[in-house]
Every structure is written in structure tokens, then in C-alpha cells.
């Protein structure tokens, strides 16, 4: 029998109350981080709890994209704040509605010559309003189009608005110019139309795994187990546990555990606090610290609501090892309903402030953001050697902020507030060509840059 040891990603599970509806089995998780940005991303559109790369952890703050009469336009992404006043865009999405049932959604990324676009990604539901399929689709500049990249297939459970009969994963290969299926999920139920177990293929480096994930359920009807299964030649190896706690029916502590080939051994940990109406109030993160034999506080979410029980607040406490200690702020404010208006990011100063960093507003019914908030002009940054294997230098001769974006507009690098004459170093990232920002007191500036 095989040893084999796979860490447990409470993430795949911690951001869901609901363990067996649209959370992915826990033996997803573990391969996830392998996945493309946009695998990441349909997933996201899905309503998985999969988190993209480049967005923040936690439970995320979404919006609709209608309700009653209105409907999302647009939304768009001000950044790298200076004195209160808006900075100038970074990255905007604009939504259409070509057909009953269909979204797509386009995301751009300002640049000196204007608006570029990124990606596209079409979302298709069902006459009951459940997401049935999903694809994206990457801007070449080359060719100036859209090439196929990713697509999701969601067949959901009967008539249920949330359970799943399967999901299978596709990558486009440039190469045979079809779709190569990179997992399928297929879940089985029991006679109370519970999840009782998941079987996922996922392919690993061309070579296909397979998992199996048994759903446990109380006598409240409250799923309190999940446990993961390789399966190998007819066996069943044990690879990693969730076990779930309740009050009330509400999700009080989730604790994952990995095999090491004797028992099942902590790995990480969420803690559940809950206002008077059943929403979250305080979630506390915590990783398994082998040396103290304890656990260890690696993050705690804050949550505050208003009147309409909405969410107004989120303040994440970030906490290193060694007493380091980072936070930030999300605050939100309403068009209608659960429509946003805007969301605005606020990073701690270590001391008692916190400062403004970004504002992204959203636009609906057609009323888009150009006759309202127009993005101020970019000078071109000069860079040297552009080309470049690793070094270069951004030519400012005044204090600084940089950022540097790959191809998909994910922030792959950040110097905040530098003196002048910054050097980065593209040493960690791979070939390719990033978009970088810089920011003074009172300039702001952007330049393509060619790591080889």
C-alpha cells in the first residue's frame, strides 16, 4: 500500500456552510493550486468556493448581476490612492446579455493607449436559473481575438437549485485544437437526496487520479464528516478528514485533518461566531504548529451589518509567525438591495489608521462608468533594459510605488512607496510580458516590460 500524505485546504471548504452542495470534494483542493488563472476563475463564476488567484481569502462580498429593473453594466477599479483624491483606473468589466439566460463578461485593463482587453468569459444558465456551463477565452494581441482557454460543465441535481449530478473541467489544447477534459466530478445521493459521495478524476501531469469523498451525516441531518479516499488498484487509501461541528445547524468548527499513513493528523482549522440572525460575525483561522503542539491563529474575519443585513465591514487580522501582523479593510455601500455600489479597500498602517488603496464602483442599467468617472492620463514609464532577464530599473527620480501585472492583469509584484530609482527583480517570474505602474505624489505612469 502506498504512503501517501496530501495536505488538507480548509480554504475549499471554510468560505461554505453548506459542505455538500457547490463546495468541491476535499480531494479537489489539494490540486487546485496547479490550475490555470482562468480555471480558477470559471470555478468562481460557478459559485464554487475555489478561490481566484490574486483575490483576497474569506468569504468574498459578491453582487448580482440583476434585480428587478436593474441591471449590472459595469464595474471599474480605481487604485494606488494619493491625498483622498481618485487615482486613476486599473481594470474594469463590462457585462452583456446577448440572450435569455446568457452573460458575458469582459475584463479590460487600462493601459496608456487606453483600455485593453484581458479575457472574456461566458456564463449559461438553465431555465430555472442555474449556471449549466461556463467558458473563457484569453485576448492574443498578436492576433487581436479571443482564443479558447477553459470551460465548466455544471448538470445539476433534478430540480434541486444547488446540488449536482456532475462537473467536468476542460483546457483548451492548441495543440489537437479541441477541449482535453482536465477533471470530472460525479456525485451520488442517498434515499434523503443527501450527498453521500463524490467520485473526482483528475488528470496530474497527463496521468489520471482518482479520489473518493464519503459524506457523513448526524442525526440532525447535519453533514459532520467528510473523509477522502485514492483510489489505487482496488484500493482504498486514506488521504485526508473534515470534521464539521454545529449549533443550531449553523457551522460552528471545522477542523481538516491529514493521513501520514497511521492516523489522521490536525492540519488547519475554522472557528464560527454568528449574529443574532444567523450570519457571520467572527471567523477565526488556525494551522496546526507541530512544534508548540497547539494551534496557532493565522487569520481572524470581522463582519459588521446594516439595518438591511447587509454587509458593511470586513476587517481581516493577518498574523505571521514571529508576531507579525498585517490587516485590512473592505467596506461596502448598496445600489439596492444586495446590488453593490462601490467597494472600497483599506490597508492598516500598523498604528491606529487605516489608508485608502482602491475603489471599485459598480454601474447598472447601462449607465456606464465613462460618463461618470473618467480615468485621469497615464505618462509612459521609462524602464532599463527593457528587455530584460531579471534586473531593471524604473527611471523616477522621486518617491514611488510600483506594481508589476502579468498578461492576465493578476498584481504579480508590489514595491510600495520606494525611493527613487527602484530596481526590480523579475528573477521568481517567468518569460513573458508584464504591464508595470508606478505611482508618485501626484504623477502616474505605465510601461510594457519584456522579462526573457
Known sequence: MKNLVLPALLWALATSHSFAQKTLPPSVANFSTNWTWSVKKLFDAGGFNLP????????????????????????ILFSNYTGG????????????????????????????????????????SDERERLVETFSEMFDPATQAFVPDSRLEIFPHGDSPDLLDSVFVYAWDTNLNDWQRLMSILNGFDDEDRLAESLTTIDVFGQPLTFKDVYLYDDNGDNTLITSFLLDGGLEIPANQVVIEYENHL?????????????????????????AFGKDSIVTSFEWDTAANDWSNTQTVFYSYDDEQRVMLKETHLFELGGGESREQLAYRYEEGELLALEETYIWDGG??????????????????????????????????????????????????????????RLVQNYPERPSGITLDLSELPAGIYSVRAVTEDKFYAGRLVKQ
Open 52 to 75: 481566484v488567484v490574486g483575490e483576497k481569502q474569506g468569504n468574498r462580498q459578491g453582487v448580482d448581476a440583476r434585480i428587478a429593473n436593474l441591471q449590472l453594466d459595469s464595474t
Open 85 to 124: 483624491a481618485d487615482s486613476t483606473a486599473v481594470s474594469r468589466t463590462t457585462y452583456a446579455y446577448p440572450a435569455t439566460g446568457t452573460v458575458v463578461q469582459t475584463e479590460w485593463f487600462y493601459e496608456t493607449e487606453g483600455w485593453l482587453p484581458l479575457n472574456r468569459s461566458t456564463l449559461i
Open 251 to 275: 457551522v460552528t468548527l471545522v477542523t481538516a485533518m491529514v493521513f501520514d499513513g497511521f492516523d489522521f493528523l490536525p492540519q488547519s482549522r475554522n472557528a464560527y461566531e454568528y449574529t
Open 352 to 409: 491606529g489608521f487605516y489608508f485608502l488603496t482602491d475603489r471599485n464602483y459598480y454601474y447598472y442599467s447601462g449607465e456606464g462608468p465613462s460618463s461618470v468617472y473618467n480615468p485621469l492620463p497615464i505618462s509612459t514609464l521609462t524602464m532599463y533594459p527593457n528587455p530584460t532577464t531579471r534586473f531593471v530599473l524604473v527611471d523616477l527620480a522621486e518617491q514611488v510605488s510600483v506594481q508589476v501585472f502579468d498578461p492576465t492583469g
